[in-house]
């Protein structure tokens, strides 16, 4: 669950240094700092994956119930994957916010899904420990927003 978070983390570590590298702005002209509005445009390309985590965590309930957790940490996959290779393979602005809506949303399904299966799975003399383990992890998730937010301001 943890290594969630880090890849959250780390995407968004990435994003912001690739926003400023000059052959990014070059492709992507619409975040270029002449260009009008280019701060609204980044951070629309930076907010896409928390939209998308946001729709996949509210979604994946019921596809959980559906087809089962376990097939439903493959499907969790599968959109990651395809939101990441649409990532890699964005040819102009409009590919890359869809690409990374996509790549939140596998995301959140799986930022949803795992801590689930793994109560589910967990023998019954463990509950208090994966409990604990599970709410350390969406407290570090909450005091990462929150650090974002404060360094926004």
Known sequence: MQSLNQC????QGVVSIVLVMPQFLARFTRVS????GAGFWKGLLTAMIE????IGALNQG?????????????????VFTVGSVLQTAAVDYSMLVVARLIGGIGIGMLSMVAPLYISEISPV???PVLFTLITWQNRDVADTTINKARSSW
Do not use: M
């Not at 959250?8 to 995407?11: A, E, I, L, V």
């Open 8 to 11: 959250h983390r780390y995407d």
């Open 51 to 54: 939209l998308g985590a946001f």
């Open 62 to 78: 019921w596809v959980a119930d559906k087809i089962s957790r376990k097939y439903s940490i493959v499907v969790a996959v599968i």
């Open 33 to 36: 700092e002449t260009a009008s």
């Open 125 to 127: 003399c463990c509950p």
